[in-house]
């Protein structure tokens, strides 16, 4: 039994090698290994913000870029309205304009038929009243077997026309 207590018992000496070792290999650890993993670790967090505040600034540029772009976009579709509008307007001018010229010209072309109509009314009547005398002056003649003015039958047919022209 006493070989087993030799096993379990505590060297003091072995345990402060220990504790020794274990600061050493810390300071060493220290030294050589965390501040360069310490040095990585902060150069790649800088980094990394880096990468975030450039994402920002992108973020935000793209952000005025895009409201730029939707003024531009609204400023375009105002002046196409305003466009179209004048385009709107000017075609319902020029469509009056033509309208108007229409009527003027139907109107000219209604007031020149009208004036051949009353002229060749005129002729017609002219023509009219000479057959009439004529036939008039034929009968009158047969019917009294003498020969009649034409000036008294002329003014006989005028009458008779004037008076036919005013009956409805």
């Known amino acids: 039994m006493v070989q087993s207590l030799d096993i379990i018992s505590v060297n003091i000496w072995q345990t402060l090698l220990s504790l020794c070792n274990l600061l050493i290999i810390y300071l060493i650890l220290k030294k050589f290994l965390f501040k360069p993993v310490q040095k990585v670790m902060s150069t790649r967090q800088a980094q990394v913000d880096k990468i975030y505040s ?19 976009l609204a400023s375009a579709r105002q002046e196409a309205d305003t466009m179209i509008k004048t385009a709107t307007q000017t075609a319902q001018r020029r469509g009056d304009q033509i309208v108007a010229d229409a009527k003027s010209q139907a109107s000219h072309v209604k007031q020149k038929a009208e004036e051949e109509i009353e002229q060749q009314k005129k002729q017609m009547l002219k023509d009219v009243r000479g057959e009439i005398s004529e036939l008039a002056v034929n009968i009158a003649s ?13 003014g006989f047919v005028d009458d008779f026309i004037k008076n036919v022209g005013d009956q409805p």
């Open 142 to 154: 047969k019917v009294v077997e003498r020969e009649i003015n034409q000036k008294d039958y002329d």
């Open 54 to 72: 450039d994402a920002d600034a992108n973020l935000s540029s793209a952000n005025e870029m895009k409201q730029e772009y939707e003024q531009r």
